[in-house]
């Protein structure tokens, strides 16, 4: 276990991706199996143990300290898992079991001797140990970057292609033996088909104005931009999955959609909330999103469809390699043989100039459209964000995708959450610098689940402002992007306010600097 | 009956006032008479007219502030000696802080008053320790006042510092350390754990190491970091104020190890936003056990909280079956270590 807490500790006050990496693939080289596995399994969110909540610690550690110097602890530290470990009185005692062996107790143990259990490890602990441990046992490990990173880290090591890892991945299940074994070359690689496995996506390079005069406009075919979910539709004859484009597996959240995809192919497309044929604003698949039981009630306020674009797999055969042009063929020929429920085509837009696509996209304001897409007629799909290939245009200049960085509370009524929000953009050497400040433009219901993740998720807290780990995403809207010397991005925006959250965009895919610079007015 | 001290030591928006004697301890603006337990910022200000104070505090006041400011006429007094001001018998006892710090042990009437200033139990080279004296009311600090601080052993960090930089042989480790008094513990703890090889100093740090080494503190071979070229630097231990190892004065070192040592790096998440990759918990103050350890030695019936975590401290007390009182004195906890 000391192994893996030192991990942990080294990665945390690391800052080069480089060195991370470095740290990653020295750890996975040399632990034994299963204990990489299971490290492996920590970063991913994989592992579960049901009697093993953040409420138990809590009640564990309520045994051994008095609760008022606990909870003056826990505010001034901001992070539960660490609060404890600081907190702990046992001096270090022993050693706690290695890794492979805690998850194996955590799993065979009866419920109700698991605070005792932890308890004896923590009393034999140091204390990166100990928050290694709490954060193993309560799922904190699970960092946005880090599970890809650790994957980078992996293809590096072992020299095989990261994607190559990536289409296997969702197969397989801790401690991954057959992915290590394949890794050290004692087995061939796990087989891909057999379960509905997530395929990296394709994604599109924003088009600016300097792409825009080099494009040759013929080669591109256009659709709309969709204003909902990417989704990836897995169905083989062993199961069906739906997966968000990070990868997640939102099958759960849309049983409807999972009962439609009765046919064997792998298929993309956007997920959105459509009533009579007319798409309804991202708030609406908002209210189905992070659910995991949907009333009936709710399914019906809210039906959900989805539009589909592009062809992975048709059956077995995998079509990644054919042309966009075939692969579009292919799918009108087989939507229009399967006619799968809750289903349509994203049609395409005819278009002869360039000129006529501007003016479409300035005219497209209707809810549900975001701008439009350009698709090179001739590309592969290619997993990843292949330069030239795929092009996103989208309608309105004077919105950024923002990461939040700081949050505050409020006043009034609003004075025990979190609500005012200071959010940033990504510099070039990738470090967030704030943009502004926003008050308004969230649910009740948005508000508090922000407010929880803000308290899960406080990196540090100064005085009555909590720092966030990047993690949530806003599109900002704002009136104009004006030059300020007082911020250090050297920029501000008039009138901020939140349009949306964007849970389905991970952090390091926010706006950058040099997008927002673009905007000065 | 004696009085009890809360007749006769009283705050106010100036600091801690001795009514009979008409002074105020560590004020935190300019008075007529000050008594100043140690030369940090926060509890040594300039110019009060008359200053009482041992003679390192006095000389590091003459170092740090402008000619004329550092008391127009000052009083040096040799710690255990006792000054009468009035009925007021003074004596100052060593705190274990930084070099002259001292608590200051007020009597009148019968009834004795010790004030901590900033205090520490580990050892120290570079100061005598702090001796712990039976009073009525103590005045103690809470900068690390919450159970999660328990600060290691200093001569541990000290080696993960030297093991750090025999692991990373190619790069200065540059150290962020508040330039009066943990600058010279630490190149102290250093010189303890035979490392004798030239530290490296950013221009801030060298007048006080000087004067540590004139009260006869061996700090062996220092030399100015400015001076020095990029590959003199490699491999080498450089020590800068804690706001210079984030700004530009830190870019004439090539891709250093950034560490600083302080107590506050006990907690992860405040060390890596403060940019630091190797985290040193070496504190110049007393941590939670450390506090409530002096407390029990001085005997004392109430306390008294000056700055730092109060509100954790006077819990435990309550808890302990003490009286707790929070002074809620403005204007201290800035000396490099405040949060
Ligand atoms: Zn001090
Ligand atoms: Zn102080």
């Known amino acids: 276990?000391?192994?893996?807490?030192?991990?942990?500790?080294?990665?945390?006050?690391t800052t080069g991706r480089n060195a991370k990496l470095l740290l990653l693939a020295d750890y996975f080289a040399r632990r034994p199996d299963p204990e990489r596995g299971f490290a492996l399994a920590a970063m991913a969110g994989a592992l579960d143990f049901p009697g093993a909540k953040p409420a138990i610690l809590r009640a564990l550690v309520a045994t051994r300290v008095d609760p008022v110097l606990f909870e003056l602890s826990y505010d001034f530290v901001g992070d539960l898992a660490e609060t404890i470990a600081l907190i702990w009185p046992a001096p270090v005692q022993g050693a706690p079991p290695d890794l492979a062996a805690i998850v194996s107790a955590l799993r065979t143990t009866p419920k109700s001797e698991v605070p005792a259990l932890i308890g004896t490890w923590l009393d034999d602990s140091d204390v990166a140990t100990r928050i290694a441990l709490i954060k193993l046992i309560t799922g904190g490990l699970r960092v946005g970057a880090s599970l890809r990173l650790a994957k980078l880290a992996l293809a590096q090591q072992f020299s095989v292609d990261i994607d190559a890892i990536e289409e296997i991945w969702h197969g397989l299940t801790?401690?991954?033996?057959?992915?290590?074994?394949?890794?050290?070359?004692?087995?061939?690689?796990?087989?891909?088909?057999?379960?509905?496995?997530?395929?990296?996506?394709?994604?599109?390079?924003?088009?600016?104005?300097s792409d825009q005069a080099r494009l040759n406009w013929a080669e591109y075919r256009a659709e709309w931009k969709w204003d909902g979910i990417r989704v990836q539709l897995a169905a083989t004859p062993s199961g069906r999955r739906l997966?968000?484009?990070?990868?997640?597996?939102?099958?759960?959240?849309?049983?409807?959609?999972?009962?439609?995809?009765?046919?064997?192919?792998?298929?993309?497309?956007?997920?959105?909330?459509?009533?009579?044929?007319?798409?309804?604003?991202?708030?609406?698949?908002?209210?189905?999103?992070?659910?995991?039981?949907?009333?009936?009630?709710?399914?019906?306020?809210?039906?959900?469809?989805?539009?589909?674009?592009?062809?992975?797999?048709?059956?077995?055969?995998?079509?990644?390699?054919?042309?966009?042009?075939?692969?579009?063929?292919?799918?009108?020929?087989?939507?229009?043989?399967?006619?799968?429920?809750?289903?349509?085509?994203?049609?395409?837009?005819?278009?002869?100039?360039?000129?006529?696509?501007?003016a479409l996209r300035?005219?497209?304001?209707?809810?549900?459209?975001?701008?439009?897409?350009?698709?090179?007629?001739?590309?592969?799909?290619?997993?990843?964000?292949?330069?030239?290939?795929?092009?996103?245009?989208?309608?309105?200049?004077?919105?950024?995708?923002?990461?939040?960085?700081?949050?505050?509370?409020?006043?009034?009524?609003?004075?025990?959450?979190?609500?005012?929000?200071?959010?940033?953009?990504?510099?070039?050497?990738?470090?967030l610098v704030p943009v502004g400040k926003a008050y308004s433009g969230y649910t009740d219901a948005e508000l508090s689940f922000l407010?929880?993740?803000?308290?899960?998720?406080?990196?540090?807290?100064?005085?009555?402002?909590?720092?966030?780990?990047?993690?949530?995403?806003?599109?900002?809207?704002?009136?104009?992007?004006?030059?300020?010397?007082?911020?250090?991005?050297?920029?501000?925006?008039?009138?901020?306010?939140?349009?949306?959250?964007?849970?389905?965009?991970?952090a390091a895919e926010a706006d950058t600097l040099e997008a927002a610079l673009a905007l000065l007015g | 009956?004696?009085?009890?001290?809360?007749?006769?030591?009283?705050?106010?928006?100036?600091?801690?006032?001795?009514?009979?004697?008409?002074?105020?301890?560590?004020?935190?603006?300019?008075?007529e008479r000050a008594v100043i337990t140690h030369g940090h910022a926060d509890h040594a200000r300039p110019g009060h007219a008359h200053v009482l104070a041992t003679a390192e505090t006095l000389a590091i006041m003459r170092v740090r502030m402008p000619e004329g400011k550092a008391g127009a006429q000052q009083q040096n007094v040799a710690p255990g000696e006792t000054i009468r001001v009035n009925e007021v018998a003074i004596r100052l006892v060593p705190a274990g802080h930084v070099l002259g710090?001292?608590?200051?042990?007020?009597?009148?009437?019968?009834?004795?008053?010790?004030?901590?200033?900033?205090?520490?139990?580990q050892p120290d080279p570079t100061c005598a320790p702090f001796e712990p004296i039976k009073c009525d009311v103590f005045v103690t600090e809470a900068t690390f006042g919450l159970p999660i601080f328990h600060h290691p052993d200093a001569s541990l960090e000290i080696a993960r510092l030297l093991a750090s930089v025999s692991l990373f042989a190619h790069r200065a480790h540059l150290i962020g350390a508040y330039g009066l008094g943990k600058t010279q513990r630490l190149i102290a703890l250093l010189r303890q754990a035979g490392y004798d090889a030239p530290i490296f100093l950013h221009g801030a740090l060298v007048k006080l190491c000087a004067l540590y080494e004139e009260f006869g503190v061996a700090l062996g071979d220092l030399r100015p970091a400015t001076v020095a070229d990029k590959a003199a630097l490699r491999g080498a231990i450089v020590l800068a104020p804690p706001s210079a190892i984030s700004d530009r004065w830190a870019r004439r070192l090539d891709?250093?190890?950034?560490?600083?040592?302080?107590?506050?790096?006990?907690?992860?998440?405040?060390?890596?936003?403060?940019?630091?990759?190797?985290?040193?918990?070496?504190?110049?103050?007393?941590?939670?056990?450390?506090?409530?350890?002096?407390?029990?030695?001085?005997?004392?019936?109430?306390?008294?909280?000056?700055?730092?975590?109060?509100?954790?401290?006077?819990?435990?007390?309550?808890?302990?079956?003490?009286r707790g009182r929070a002074l809620r004195l403005i204007g201290y906890g800035d000396d490099g270590e405040a949060p």
């Open chain 1, 243 to 358: 997966y968000s484009r990070g990868a997640d597996d939102i099958s759960a959240s849309f049983p409807e959609i999972i009962a439609a995809m009765d046919f064997h192919a792998v298929l993309d497309g956007e997920l959105l909330v459509i009533r009579d044929g007319v798409v309804a604003p991202f708030a609406d698949l908002q209210q189905r999103l992070n659910r995991k039981t949907i009333a009936a009630r709710h399914r019906a306020a809210y039906p959900v469809a989805v539009r589909l674009y592009d062809m992975l797999f048709e059956g077995a055969e995998d079509v990644r390699a054919f042309a966009f042009d075939e692969r579009r063929a292919r799918l009108e020929r087989w939507y229009h043989a399967t006619k799968p429920a809750l289903m349509d085509l994203s049609p395409q837009i005819s278009f002869r100039t360039e000129a006529d696509l501007v």
């Open chain 1, 362 to 431: 300035d005219t497209a304001r209707r809810d549900g459209i975001e701008g439009l897409m350009l698709k090179a007629g001739a590309s592969p799909y290619v997993g990843g964000r292949p330069k030239g290939l795929w092009w996103k245009w989208k309608r309105d200049p004077l919105s950024l995708d923002c990461v939040l960085m700081y949050a505050q509370r409020g006043h009034g009524k609003r004075s025990s959450f979190y609500s005012d929000y200071t959010f940033g953009v990504w510099t070039a050497d990738r470090r």
């Open chain 2, 255 to 322: 891709d250093p190890v950034i560490a600083a040592a302080s107590g506050w790096m006990m907690v992860r998440q405040r060390a890596k936003a403060s940019g630091v990759e190797l985290p040193l918990v070496i504190s110049d103050h007393a941590d939670w056990q450390a506090i409530l350890h002096s407390i029990a030695e001085t005997e004392a019936p109430e306390i008294w909280v000056t700055h730092g975590a109060e509100a954790a401290l006077i819990h435990q007390l309550d808890l302990l079956g003490l």
């Open chain 2, 101 to 121: 710090s001292c608590q200051i042990i007020l009597e009148y009437q019968g009834s004795r008053a010790v004030i901590s200033g900033d205090y520490k139990r």
């Open chain 1, 174 to 209: 801790p401690p991954y033996q057959p992915l290590f074994d394949w890794l050290e070359r004692r087995a061939p690689r796990p087989e891909p088909g057999a379960t509905p496995m997530f395929r990296p996506p394709m994604l599109a390079h924003p088009l600016e104005l």
């Open chain 2, 1 to 31: 009956m004696a009085p009890h001290p809360s007749t006769w030591l009283q705050p106010r928006p100036e600091g801690l006032f001795c009514l009979p004697g008409g002074f105020f301890i560590d004020p935190t603006r300019a008075v």
């Open chain 1, 1 to 13: 276990m000391r192994a893996f807490a030192t991990l942990l500790e080294r990665l945390l006050y």
């Open chain 1, 451 to 506: 407010d929880r993740w803000i308290r899960a998720h406080t990196v540090a807290s100064y005085g009555p402002v909590r720092e966030v780990e990047p993690g949530i995403v806003f599109e900002i809207g704002f009136d104009a992007a004006q030059r300020s010397s007082r911020h250090k991005s050297g920029i501000a925006l008039r009138f901020p306010r939140i349009l949306r959250l964007r849970p389905d965009k991970p």
